[in-house]
Structures are given as C-alpha cells and as structure tokens.
C-alpha cells in the first residue's frame, strides 16, 4: 500500500540466482537498499558486482531467487503495469530506430504512456529543442542518451532508474544531465543511479550503496562511506623502502611519524598524509576477493600495531 511515508523503492534480503544445480550462480545475495521520495541512491560496483540483476527485478524483467522489492508499495511483477506507470527507465543500451526523428520518436512512445508529457516540455527538459526533426541516426551519443531521459520522463515519473546515463557523454554534457537529474529529485522524484563515475555519485548522490560480489558492503552518505575507509601515511627512507600505515587517527600516526624521523634524523621523501577519497575507498573494496559461504566484509584494514617503528 502506498502512503505518503512509502519509501519509493524497497529491496529486503533481495537474491537472485542465474542457472540451477551444480552450475547456479548466486549473482545477488542478500540486497537490502531503501531510496527515500526526493533523493538519490548511486548504486557503485565493481564489474559483476550484481548492479544490473539487482536493477532488473526492480524493473520487474526478472523475478527474484528470494527477498523482496516494493516500488511505492508495489510488487514490480505481480503489479507491473502500476509499478511500470509509475517508474521511467534509463537502460545501458537503447533501441531507437535509427530512422526517426527526435519527435517521432517521442510521439511514439508517448502513445505507450498513460497521461504522457507533451513532447515539446520534454523535449525542452533535456535541451533537445533544436534536434526535434533531427534523425536518430544523426544525434551525438550525448543527445541521443539525453533522447532515453527524455523517453524516461514522458511518463512524470516518480521513480527514475538510471543506468550509467553519462557513459560516453563529454563533461559538458555530463554536466547537463546532472543538473537535469538534481531538478527532477528536488521536485520530488526518487532517483536509482547505477554508474563508474565516483565523480558522478559525489556530484549527485544523496546516499551511496557500493555492491561487491552480490552485496551491499558501504552504504550511507558520502562522509560515511568514506569515513568507515582508514586514512594513510605513506613516507619512503633515504634507504628507499616505502611504508604506508593505515589509521583511523591521521594526526596522531603522522605525529608519531615525524617525531620518530625527527628523534632517528631521518629525512622522509615522498611525505603524503590523507583522507580515505570515494575512490580509495572504492578500490579498496574491489580488491576484496569474493567469499562464497561467508557474508562480505567490509574491505580489510591492516593491523596497525607497532606500525610506527
Ligand atoms: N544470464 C546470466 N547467466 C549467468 N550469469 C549471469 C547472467 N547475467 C549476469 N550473470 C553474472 O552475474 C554476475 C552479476 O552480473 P551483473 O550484470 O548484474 O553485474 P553488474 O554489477 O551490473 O556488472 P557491470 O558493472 O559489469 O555491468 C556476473 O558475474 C555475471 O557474469
């Protein structure tokens, strides 16, 4: 049932299993995300992390192994048509005609919609307003991605599913359809963005899931799922060995640092202390082996005991 406090997407303990028998592959195992009305969840992941299985059972093309997906209270099968009404979908790879126009590709898809947009607004909406008679087969790759927004939000959606809507975009247009993305989730739309971009998720996302090997292992704001990383202190001796120590207390490990070299008259070259970064972060996570029969862990900080020397 959907009121008013139903978040737009619900997934609990989702599963999803490719294949049966000796050969089933557990791709999903065990997803819990929720996207609150008016904010935005970027799904990262490493290379078969689960992204895209994960994406379809929400998109109601595939049926869950076990768990369960609610969009706006709704089951994404047993109540497509609603759920579909109420969800606009950006895929990986699109299939427009090559031989259509802009606005005969809306006009379109527009007639699949109930209640639709007018194309003129949409078309306006994502700054296609000069390409309207423009055949597929002639627009940029950055238009023709800005043409899939534009079919996805013929139908006003209320949950936008974005699947790497920028890959291949130039930074301008990138730049675009961020903002056109940030307007729709603050006129309320709840908005699931799976990209490759870290630059991207910092840019838009309210909070960011990161998903390895079938699970969720970081989830939170920015500031949360990089804070769970361990900062670092990497300094190389006039001997040239290069140490890097992990710590949870950047000031106190890079103190006990430099009054060590200080106290030994060691000059420390290549002196770098910093934050974890989405991207460390992120890279600390991908080199995280998948584990089959116990639950993924976050990535691994080492012992930093008696690390300082
Ligand atoms: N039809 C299928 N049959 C068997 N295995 C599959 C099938 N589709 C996907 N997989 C496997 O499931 C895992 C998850 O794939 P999925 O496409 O969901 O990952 P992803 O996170 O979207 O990856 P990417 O970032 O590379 O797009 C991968 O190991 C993939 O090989």
């Given at each position: 049932m959907d009121n008013h406090t139903t978040p737009a997407l619900e997934i609990r303990g989702l599963r999803r299993t490719y294949g049966t028998g000796e050969s089933a592959y557990e791709a999903v195992r065990g997803v819990d995300l929720t996207v609150e009305r008016g904010t935005l969840l970027a799904l990262l992941g490493t290379n078969g992390a689960g992204k895209t299985s994960t994406m379809e059972v929400v998109e109601g093309l595939a049926a869950a192994s076990g768990g369960s997906v609610r969009v706006f209270g709704l089951d994404p099968v047993a109540d497509r048509a609603e759920a579909r009404r109420r969800t606009g979908v950006v895929l990986q790879v699109s299939g427009f005609s090559g031989d259509l126009t802009v606005a005969e590709t809306l006009e379109m898809e527009a007639a699949t919609?109930?209640?639709?947009?007018?194309v003129s607004e949409v078309v306006a909406l994502v700054d296609l307003e000069h390409r309207v008679d423009t055949k597929v087969l002639s627009l940029s790759g950055g238009e023709r991605r800005r043409l899939d927004l534009a079919c996805a939000l013929l139908g006003k959606p209320e949950l936008l599913m974005l699947d790497e809507p920028t890959t291949g975009l130039d930074p301008e247009s990138r730049r675009r359809v961020w903002e056109l993305v940030r307007n729709l989730r603050d006129e309320g739309a709840a908005v699931l963005l799976t990209t490759h971009y870290l630059d991207e998720a910092e840019e838009l996302a309210d909070q960011i899931a990161i998903m390895h090997a079938g699970r969720i292992v970081r989830e939170g704001t920015l500031a949360e799922v990089v804070g769970q990383q361990p900062s670092t202190v990497r300094y190389t001796t006039p001997d040239g060995e290069t140490t890097t120590l992990e710590t949870e207390d950047l000031q106190t490990t890079l103190t006990e640092v430099l009054t060590w070299a200080a106290e030994h008259g060691v000059r420390l070259s290549g002196l770098d202390a910093r934050h974890a970064s989405l991207e460390s972060t992120f890279l600390a996570i991908a080199g995280t082996p998948r584990s089959d029969d116990t639950p993924a862990t976050d990535a691994s900080t080492d012992d930093l005991e008696g690390a300082v020397r």
């Open positions: 919609v109930t209640d639709p947009r007018p």
